[in-house]
């Protein structure tokens, strides 16, 4: 009996030690197993590239991209000019164009000659004679006086210096209304100019016209009517202005007689004049009428009668030069 329950403990114990080496071995094969998945795992992450990496990656080289745009200095916007400096407009024959100038405003043009056409008035003579002489002609030995003195009416006894400058200040008027350049040898009576020195100013303005404006007078009072005076074609600068200045006298003169109602005493042909015979650029020279005649005289002295003769002028030079 003794012998069986030492026989059953002695199997019970061997079975409690078989149960816990079985139950450690399976514990230690399941850690085992258990270690060698981490093990696995980790090598899996080391060698598959990782998806967290490349978009962290890719999120780095964003943020350094933006950081470099963001320190990349930007270029300084241009400013938009104003709506009113943007278009310049110019006026042209008294014609008005508007030009459009884009995004960048351009200076104003400073417009000395509106269009493109000078216009010089020589009023006549002054309130004194000038008997100074000066040579009639470029390399000629013949001397002239500079300014003998004018005309005076025979009734009004009005003097020529002054019908002459009024009514180049009338024309002067009307031409810049019209869009013209218009520069005047003269703006006083007591002004007493040589010819050579009158023609200069017009070579130098290089003048589309030089238009000097007188009145008549003869020995007897019958005579009457208006003639226009233009340079006879006998030296190198009468030579190249003949054709212009003869052709643009008709032109005036027939405008002038025209619509002012007078009698049209045609154009004459002068070699002998100082101021003509000195221009480079064309010149005619208009005799307004006789002071010498009663009903011309008085014509003359009247204003209403000047300002006619300043518009049959201004029109007929607005005929020829455009």
Not at 93 to 107: G, L
Not at 242 to 264: D, H, P, Q, R
Not at 287 to 307: H, T
Request: aromatic share 4%; proline share 4%.
């Amino acid at each position: 009996m003794k012998k069986n329950l030492a026989l059953i403990i002695g199997l019970l114990v061997v079975f409690s030690f078989t149960g816990c080496s079985a139950k450690d071995t399976s514990s230690s094969k399941s850690v085992a197993v258990s270690s060698q998945k981490v093990i696995e795992d980790s090598s899996a992450k080391q060698d598959k590239p990782s998806e967290d990496k490349d978009n962290s990656t890719k999120d780095q080289a964003s943020t350094v991209k933006d950081t470099k745009e963001a320190e990349k200095p930007k270029e300084p916007v241009k400013p938009t000019a104003p709506a009113s400096d943007a278009r310049t407009s110019t006026t042209v024959s008294n014609k008005s164009t508007t030009s459009n100038n884009s995004t960048k405003a351009q200076p104003a043009p400073v417009v000395t000659n509106v269009s493109g056409k000078v216009i010089v008035i020589d009023p006549g003579h002054a309130n004194r004679s000038n008997l100074e002489k000066e040579p009639i002609a470029p390399g000629s030995s013949q001397m002239k006086i500079k300014d003998g003195g004018g005309a005076e009416g025979v009734v009004t006894k009005t003097s020529e210096q002054s019908i002459n400058l009024k009514v180049a200040f009338k024309l002067r008027d009307l031409l810049q209304s019209r869009g013209y350049t218009v520069v005047m040898t003269k703006t006083r009576e007591d002004q007493s100019l040589g010819n050579v020195e009158r023609a200069e100013i017009g070579n130098k303005a290089n003048a589309a016209l030089v238009i000097r404006i007188h009145a008549d007078s003869a020995d007897t009072s019958s005579a009457k009517g208006a003639s226009m005076l233009v340079p006879a074609a006998i030296n190198e600068n009468t030579k190249a202005i003949y054709a212009a200045s003869k052709n643009y006298g008709a032109a005036i003169l027939n405008t002038m007689v025209n619509e002012v109602g007078m009698k049209n005493r045609g154009v004459i042909e002068s070699s002998d004049m100082t101021g003509f015979n000195w221009s480079k650029v064309p010149v005619v020279l208009v005799e307004m009428g006789f002071l010498s005649n009663v009903e011309e005289d008085k014509l003359l002295s009247s204003q209403a009668y000047q300002d006619k003769l300043a518009k049959g002028l201004a029109d007929g030079i607005n005929q020829v030069i455009k």
